[in-house]
């Protein structure tokens, strides 16, 4: 894996840095995309640099500007020459009842978590291509098991998986596209879903009865990267068993 160039978008903060951390430990170099993490960015870059000098650039950009886009493909290009994956790991997520949904809030969620992950795995294409690349998209489990008053983010997600299948399907033979769909890993800093016994309730329904961590994301997308050769079209479910008891 040394040398190998990947761009993972939110990559600054909370799963994307777990997944910067982990992808850097085995030798791959890495763009990082923040849109205004601009500190934690910096931060992390000095982390992994001190480590492997060069290894680690930044871009920073607004996804939900598409015309934007192609600019983290090109700075991915300027700086390391290729490009042999993309991290689609950038989300927005807050709640959206029926009576609250906005055209705004419509932008939003389905800009950053369907709109962007689909326009940027165009641009970069041609270039995974050259390097028989892949693309992993980070999803969730309410893509599939819709959660109540978040309309738009779980029809977002639910977009995201079928976005998988359909560009693993468009881009074969010679770019595999997978997806992982998280469960209960990380609460949300929003500072929704802060009662304490609505958490409990929702750690009780793994069957595993605890939280995951950051790295079990890190980890598939490792795995997905560098020992998947034959696997594409696929979503993986890291969730302690959460969507086989809801």
């Not at 939110?10 to 990082?32: S, Y």
């Not at 920073?60 to 500007?65: M, S």
């Not at 886009?69 to 689609?88: A, C, H, M, Q, Y």
Request: glycine share 6%; hydrophobic share 40%; proline share 5%.
């Amino acid at each position: 894996m040394h040398n190998k160039i990947v761009l993972v978008t939110g990559g600054t903060k909370r799963l994307g840095a777990a997944i910067c951390r982990k992808l850097h430990t085995v030798g791959m170099n890495l763009m990082v995309h923040y849109r205004s993490s601009e500190s934690e960015a910096q931060m992390l870059q000095t982390e992994l640099n001190q480590v492997r000098p060069g290894s680690v650039a930044l871009v920073q950009a607004d996804l939900l500007n598409i015309t934007h886009l192609p600019i983290l493909i090109n700075e991915t290009i300027r700086n390391f020459g290729k490009i042999d994956s993309l991290v689609n790991n950038a989300s927005s997520f807050y709640s959206s009842p029926m009576e609250k949904i906005t055209e705004k809030s419509w932008d939003e969620l389905i800009g950053c978590n369907l709109k962007a992950p689909l326009f940027l795995s165009q641009a970069a294409a041609p270039h995974l291509k050259k390097q028989h690349g892949c693309i992993i998209n980070i999803i969730d489990i309410h893509s599939e098991w819709p959660l109540k008053d978040y309309v738009i983010y779980s029809s977002a997600k639910g977009g995201l998986a079928t976005l998988t299948k359909s560009l693993a399907l468009e881009l074969a033979p010679d770019i595999r596209v997978n997806g992982i769909s998280p469960g209960p890993i990380l609460w949300p800093e929003n500072g929704e879903w802060s009662d304490e016994l609505a958490r409990q309730r929702i750690i009780d329904k793994t069957l595993l009865k605890r939280m995951g961590e950051p790295d079990d994301i890190a980890k598939t997308v490792l795995f997905l990267i560098s020992d998947a050769p034959y696997i594409t079209g696929q979503i993986i479910t890291v969730d302690g068993g959460r969507s086989i008891n809801l």
